[in-house]
């Protein structure tokens, strides 16, 4: 079975930092481009990030709010995405999904909350 | 930024009528594959999004053949042929020709 598991999140107060994990299974990891994407409570959804497979050079693209605070990585023998988060916001709040490069397959999601 | 709308935002059906939601783009979603890269997904309350519809009109695994979607160039429509009980939730159309990627507003379906 197809599964993404992310890491539990927290509550973190401005200015602070967070890394998010997501563990895959069911699937070849190594190959797969894979995304982060959040949803603000009560709100729809929002892109944050994606991180392509090493084959196809393992690079990363970032939504214009989280670019040069949040960085995307992976580690293909340990089947992990990650998400690091720095000088947190209180807008970055949200439940945060892991996601599979094309959105087929999603996490349950974690929740992060920011504030003082 | 390609900017995407949905009409309407919310749309109460009764059980077993068709319903269908707009999705428009500022821009031609067609790729230079040729491919036009236009998504639809289903939020059901307290859940994460699901996939229902890739590349404008295929179904993933598992999706109810009642789910179609149509469209070409900027605008596109998902359509449910009878709404059932277990439909109930957010919809969204979201792109993914152009980087950064986008989602719609969402449409709220509920029961009348």
């Known amino acids: 079975e197809v599964q993404l598991v992310e890491s539990e999140g927290g509550l973190v107060k401005p200015g602070g930092s967070l890394r998010l994990s997501c563990a895959a299974s069911?699937?070849?990891?190594?190959?797969?481009?894979m995304a982060w994407v959040r949803q603000a409570p009560g709100k729809g959804l929002e892109w944050v990030g994606r991180i392509k497979s090493k084959t196809n050079g393992g690079t990363t693209d970032y939504a214009a709010p989280v670019k040069g605070r949040f960085t995307i990585s992976r580690d293909d023998s340990k089947n992990t995405l990650y998400l690091q988060m720095n000088s947190l916001k209180t807008e970055d709040t949200a439940v945060y999904y892991c996601?599979?490069?094309?959105?087929?397959?999603w996490g349950k999601g974690t929740t992060v909350t920011v504030s003082s | 930024d390609v900017v995407m709308t949905q009409s309407p935002l919310s749309l109460p059906v009764t059980l077993g009528q068709p319903a269908s939601i707009s999705c428009r783009s500022s821009q031609s979603l067609v790729y230079s594959d040729g491919n036009t890269y236009l998504n639809w997904f289903q939020q059901r309350p307290g859940q994460s999004p699901r996939r229902l519809i890739y590349?404008?009109?295929n179904r993933d695994s598992g999706v109810p053949d009642r789910f179609s979607g149509s469209g070409s160039g900027t605008d596109f429509t998902l359509k449910i042929s009878r709404v059932e009980a277990e439909d109930v939730g957010v919809y969204y159309c979201m792109q993914d020709t152009h980087w950064p990627f986008t989602f719609g507003p969402g449409t709220k379906v509920d029961i009348k």
């Open positions: 996601t599979t490069g094309g959105l087929g397959v």
């Open positions: 590349k404008v009109s």
């Open positions: 069911g699937f070849t990891f190594s190959n797969a481009w």
